[in-house]
């Protein structure tokens, strides 16, 4: 991770540095949106291996943690983790979610998204799924970069 690397459009990496630098976590997008999260550092390993491997890797693969998270529930794994790595409690403030009523919702019975990685982690891979590290990393760093204190 790099300050001057041009990657704060990424939600998390956004999300860090709002609790860095006003002590907020602040959504642009509404609770419900579900979305498909890798740590970069697993991007990263995977298309190195796929560069650095004597495999003949071709075709279309996905590349994703396999799984769907609300941003709901982001903003909750990122308040769990600015309070074990940082030691502070952060609240997650999002738009009105009246914008996209008919959005459907995972807990209502609909369907939830995933994507597939079944290709990519038998042809090239595990993905690691786990968030944590990646985000504790960030967390710290976003402290270090641009606070003194949150």
Do not use: H
């Amino acid at each position: 991770m790099n300050k001057e690397a041009d990657c704060w459009m990424l939600v998390v990496n956004d999300i860090a540095r709002q609790i860095a630098t006003n002590g907020r976590m602040e959504f642009r997008s509404q609770r419900n949106i579900q979305r498909d999260f890798i740590g970069i550092d697993q991007i990263c390993k995977i298309v190195g291996e796929i560069i650095t491997s004597s495999k003949k890797i071709t075709g279309i693969y996905n590349l994703g943690g396999g799984r769907s998270l609300t941003l709901e529930g982001l903003a909750n794994l990122i308040s769990e983790r600015a309070m074990k790595t940082l030691g502070v409690s952060i609240e997650a403030t999002f738009p009105e979610d009246n914008l996209i009523s008919n959005f459907p919702y995972p807990d209502k019975g609909n369907t939830e998204l995933i994507i597939s990685t079944e290709k990519i982690q038998k042809e090239v891979m595990n993905i690691d799924t786990d968030l944590k590290k990646e985000i504790d990393e960030l967390l710290i760093s976003s402290q270090e970069w641009f606070s003194k204190a949150v």
